[in-house]
């Protein structure tokens, strides 16, 4: 399939996928859902939230077609070695299907924190993500405490604000 008629057939199957999902997204103080999915990458483990309780959590929903996802990615990868230590964790959710698309761009653009698959978009469906990129700052005790969606350049200074905010705010 031409690349031309290949975006425009995903463009098209996130047009469907976001009238299809529920009216209302997973907002501010709400209680993360909790998830298992394969890891990206074959023969890695499992990924499940749950495991990460205790630590602050960054989920971030994105496909290898979505410019802005692309972007904010390698700034994650920054801001996860700098707070990793701190009891920061990122799993950043790819909804790509076929899965090798998102396997294709982490060969350009290796990272260091969870990447997690959910080719079925149930995942996506739970947290209610309407665009892409779209993430979710989970505290310690797996409540939601920052919705972001869509990314600039600029949003990785209030990303990591939030993060900083919340690991001081929950350091003994």
Known sequence: ????NRLSAQFLA??????????????EGQPAPDFTLPDIQEGKPA?????????????????????????SMPLINELY????????????????DPIEDGREFLL??????????DTKNEVLEQ????????SFLIDSEGIVRMVHMGFRDKDIELIEAAV???LASQTP
Request: hydrophobic share 50%.
């Open 127 to 134: 947290y209610g993500v309407r665009g892409m990129p779209t």
């Open 164 to 166: 900083t905010g919340l």
């Open 47 to 71: 990924i499940t939230l749950a495991e990460l309780r205790g630590k602050t959590v960054y989920v971030d929903f994105w496909a290898s077609w979505c410019a802005p996802c692309l972007r």
């Open 14 to 27: 996130a047009v469907i996928l976001a009238l299809s999902l529920p009216a209302l997204a997973l907002e």
């Open 108 to 117: 350009d653009t290796p990272l260091d924190y969870l990447i997690a698959a």
């Open 81 to 96: 070695a700098q707070y990793r230590d701190q009891d920061f964790e990122v799993i950043a959710i790819n909804v790509d």
């Open 1 to 4: 399939m031409p690349v031309r």
